[in-house]
C-alpha cells in the first residue's frame, strides 16, 4: 500500500528532517514551511515514528479538496477513501485549522467533516449510525486558502515526548529542537560535546541518543499501533533500530548552577538510558574551564523571557563569554532570543539560523 504522508516541525527544523527523512530512505521528500511530505508503505509510518528526532508526528495524508463552501467540503471529504484507514467501529475525532479561507467557523467545520467522513463510512459498512466505539483514527485538517487538506494522525502525544522527561526545569527546550541543535552543530558523537546551562539535560542527553544512534521512539508506544486496517510489525522496525545502535566512548558533559536542575537531568538521563555517557555537574557556565582539547559546545542559557530578566540573562552571556577567552578549541552554538546576544557574549557569529523555540523567535548563534 503506497501511501502520502506529512510530518510537521518545528520552524527553522524543516531542512533538518527533510535530510533525515531522505536518510531513512523515504521517498519523494517535499519540504514546505512548517512541514515535510513523502511517499512510503505501513512499514515506513513505524519506522518514522521510532526513528525520527525532529518530526512532531506522522500524519497520513488523505486526501485534498476544494472548500470555498460548505457543500464543496463535503462532498470533498465525502469523496476520499476514509474506508482503507477506519474501520466499521472505529472513532474518527475532528480537529484542525483555518488561515485565509472563506469558512472560518471551527464547530461548524468539525461538525461538517465528521458527518461527511460518516456519510462515507456508513454507505461502505451499510449502517445507518456509526458505533464509534473502537480504536481512535484522529483525522486532522487543514484549511488553506479554500483548500482543505485531510490527515490521519498516526502518533498520539507529539513525538518530542520519548518518555524520558517526567522531570524538567522551569523553561526546558523541545527534545525535537534539542535534537536538531545538535545535529546541526555537526556533532556525530565524536570529539567533546558539552551543555553548560543544561536544565533538565535535554540537549546533551538527545546528544548522547544521537550518538549511540539509539532511536528516540523506542521509549514509548504511537496511536496506530492499536490499529486494525494498517498493521506494519511495530515490533520488527524497533527491533532493527535497536541493531543499529553502536558504542564507543563519549565525552558528553552537562552542567548547571543550579543542583535541582542536575538532580533531574541525571534521572532524565538514566531514565533515557544514557546516564553512563554524560558527567554530569553542578558549575557556574560563568567560570567555564572544562580542561580537555575542546569540543563542541550546544546551549539554551536564560533568554529573560522566561527565565531572570533581560538584564540578568545578559550579565550571564557576558561572564560566559568571558569565560570563553581563555579557552580554545570550542565551536559555541547558542540558541537565544536575544538579538543582541553576540554584543554580550562578545564574539560575532559565524552563522544564525532563524528557529521558534515554542512561541519564541530565536536566532541559532553559530560561533
Ligand atoms: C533555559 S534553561 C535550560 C533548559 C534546558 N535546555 C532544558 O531543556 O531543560 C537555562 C538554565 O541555565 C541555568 N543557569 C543560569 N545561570 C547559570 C550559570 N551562571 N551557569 C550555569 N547555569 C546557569 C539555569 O539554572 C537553567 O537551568
Known sequence: MELEFCAPCLFGLEGPLGNELRHLGLRDVRVEDGRVYFTGGPRDMALTNIRSRFAERVLIVVGRTEAGDFDSLFEGVRAMEWEKFIPRAGAFPVKGY?????????PALQRSINKAVAARLG?????????????????????????????????????????????????????????????????????????????????????????????????????????????????????????????????IFASDIDPDAVKIARRNAERAGVDKLIRFSVADAGKFALSTNGGIIVTNPPYGERLLDIRAAREIMRDFGKAMKGITGWKVNIISSDPELERYFGYRAAKVRKLYNGMIKCGYFMF
Open 98 to 106: 483555518t488561515h485565509q479561507s472563506a469558512i472560518t467557523s471551527m
Open 123 to 251: 454507505r461502505v459498512y451499510g449502517l445507518e449510525r456509526l458505533p464509534e466505539t473502537g480504536e481512535t483514527y484522529q483525522i486532522q485538517f487543514a484549511l488553506v486558502r479554500d483548500e482543505a487538506t485531510l490527515y490521519i494522525d498516526t502518533t498520539g502525544p507529539g513525538l518530542h515526548k520519548r518518555g524520558y522527561r517526567p522531570d524538567q526545569v522551569e523553561a526546558p527546550i523541545r527534545e525535537t529542537l534539542a535534537a536538531a541543535l545538535v545535529d546541526i552543530s555537526g556533532y556525530r558523537g565524536r570529539g567533546d560535546f558539552c551543555d553548560p546551562f543544561c536544565g533538565s539535560g535535554t540537549i546533551a542527553i538527545e546528544a548522547a541518543l544521537a550518538a549511540k544512534n539509539r532511536a528516540p521512539g523506542l521509549g514509548r508506544s504511537f496511536t496506530a499501533e492499536s490499529w486494525k486496517n494498517i498493521r506494519p510489525d511495530w515490533e520488527n522496525v524497533r527491533k532493527e533500530a535497536r541493531s543499529r545502535e553502536f558504542d564507543r566512548d563519549y565525552t
